[in-house]
């Protein structure tokens, strides 16, 4: 790639890397202070609100766009997160992370499932049947810094709570509640999950599923491929669309969305600082065209955001299909500069209950707690925003 660039204008490519969120906030904020530092940066798509209220990166005029290869060669959904509106757009998306669930064949067609599940009910039915002699229905990380959290904005956001509404938080809402209920259930109350998951992070989760001894992988991605292709599933597991009916319901309620998945992968920004912002935009143009981004999925396994790309991968690997599927119906977080506190206190609700769910139980009241707390944290968060 770098000796491409190199070939195509003249100029020589420099990498640098983030070690951790925080990281990645105190460099960006560094350099806008300074006015030096990366012409482009490389930004988490749930992160990119919060690089928006910085101010510090260029809002993507028509030639900006144009100067890439326009908007229409990428994936429509991914430019769901790009800015507040169409109009005031700063990221360009680069690459997908659909979570989606991956089922053993084998286990449902043994347990006379003939459909992975499309209700989160049915989904907790399906894994109580194909629960026995070793073998647990899911296989979920509960300990991992990431995962959990996705779980229950999903299924609030398909009950008609977005989490944030008209700029305020809705943390504490019955929705929350009931999706939280149903995630710990598996472990405390259904007992279809095993119950060293407590401490398991998202390779321990996969590592259980790859091994056989769990039927459902849920909050996956398509880099669990290689993996899964040399493991002991291989040829017996497929992806599907996660369900999208919340808990407790048959269909969707007024106000609830399809949430197939958090909108979830990478967005370029380039910074209002550079001075070198036309080979700045000659490299976003390179890296988001249809071969290299087809390359860049056999190397790390990330979806492309090309569409021509994404309908290439498509033909070549059908069993991918879900997966693009599920980055189509993928769903953005609420666009506030609040959002890095926000997920930070969905997450604590999860880091919190840890205790609980290793003593085999958590209360609806313990629950109730930590979610006014989440609440409390996000309305600070949101309160400090500018109108």
Same mark, same amino acid.
């Not at 993507?60 to 994936?75: P, Y």
């Not at 992070?201 to 880099?223: E, I, R």
């Not at 040829?235 to 808990?247: D, H, L, Q, W």
């Given at each position: ?13 420099k990498?640098?890397?983030y ?5 990645e906030l105190?460099?960006?904020?560094t350099s806008v202070i300074s006015?030096?530092g990366?012409?482009v940066?490389s ?13 510090a990166?260029?809002?993507?005029s ?5 100067s890439?290869?326009?908007r ?14 169409e109009?005031d ?6 690459a ?8 053993n064949?084998?286990l ?12 989160w009910?049915?989904?907790t039915?399906?894994?109580k049947?194909l629960?026995?002699?070793g ?6 990380d ?5 995962s ?8 609030? %956001?398909e009950?008609g709570? &977005? $989490?944030?509404?008209? *700029? @305020? ?9 009931? +999706? ?9 109350k ?6 060293k998951?407590?401490?398991?992070n ?8 790859a ?14 491929k290689p993996?899964l292709d040399?493991?002991?599933?291989a040829?017996?597991? %497929?992806y599907a669309?996660? &369900? $999208?009916i919340?808990? *407790? @319901?048959?269909?969707?309620?007024a106000?609830?969305v399809?949430a +197939? ?5 990478d967005?370029?920004v ?5 001075k070198?912002q ?26 492309p ?8 991968l ?7 299909t879900?997966?693009?599927?599920a980055?189509?119906e993928s ?12 997920q ?5 609700i ?5 205790p609980?769910?290793?003593a ?6 313990q629950?109730?707690?930590q979610?006014a707390?989440?609440q409390?944290s996000?309305a600070?968060?949101?309160?400090q925003?500018?109108e």
């Amino acid at each position: 790639m770098a000796a491409e660039f190199t070939k195509t204008t003249g100029a020589t490519l420099k990498f640098d890397t983030y070690a951790s969120p925080a990281d990645e906030l105190t460099r960006i904020q560094t350099s806008v202070i300074s006015g030096q530092g990366p012409d482009v940066y490389s930004i988490g798509t749930t992160f990119t609100p919060t690089a928006y209220s910085l101010g510090a990166f260029v809002k993507l005029s028509a030639a900006d766009w144009k100067s890439i290869g326009g908007r229409s060669k990428f994936k429509q959904a991914d430019l769901g997160i790009s800015g507040p509106s169409e109009k005031d757009q700063i990221g360009i998306p680069v690459a997908s992370r659909p979570y989606v669930m991956a089922y053993n064949k084998d286990l449902l067609k043994k347990a006379g499932i003939t459909h992975p599940a499309t209700t989160w009910d049915e989904f907790t039915k399906q894994a109580k049947k194909l629960t026995g002699k070793g073998v647990y229905g899911i296989s979920t990380d509960y300990a991992d810094p990431a995962s959990p959290y996705k779980y229950t904005w999903a299924m609030a %956001a398909e009950a008609g709570n &977005p $989490t944030v509404k008209n *700029g @305020k938080a809705t943390i504490d809402s019955a929705a929350m509640k009931e +999706a939280y209920q149903t995630y710990f259930g598996w472990m405390t109350k259904d007992h279809v999950v095993d119950p060293k998951a407590v401490g398991w992070n998202n390779a321990q989760a996969l590592a259980a599923f790859a091994s056989g001894k769990a039927a459902y992988l849920p909050m996956t991605t398509a880099a669990t491929k290689p993996s899964l292709d040399k493991s002991a599933v291989a040829g017996k597991y %497929a992806y599907a669309v996660m &369900p $999208t009916i919340p808990p *407790g @319901k048959t269909a969707r309620p007024a106000g609830g969305v399809a949430a +197939a998945s958090i909108l979830s992968g990478d967005n370029l920004v380039v910074a209002n600082y550079s001075k070198n912002q036309a080979l700045a935009f000659a490299y976003v143009k390179q890296v988001t065209a249809k071969q290299e981004q087809l390359d860049f999925y056999k190397t790390f396994g990330q979806l492309p955001t090309n569409q021509a790309a994404a309908d290439e991968l498509q033909k070549q690997e059908p069993d991918l299909t879900p997966i693009v599927r599920a980055a189509d119906e993928s769903v953005p977080t609420p666009f506030t500069g609040a959002w890095s506190d926000i997920q930070l206190a969905l997450v604590n609700i999860n880091t919190q209950s840890i205790p609980a769910l290793k003593a085999g139980s958590i209360s609806k009241a313990q629950i109730g707690q930590q979610l006014a707390i989440a609440q409390q944290s996000a309305a600070q968060a949101l309160a400090q925003q500018p109108e």
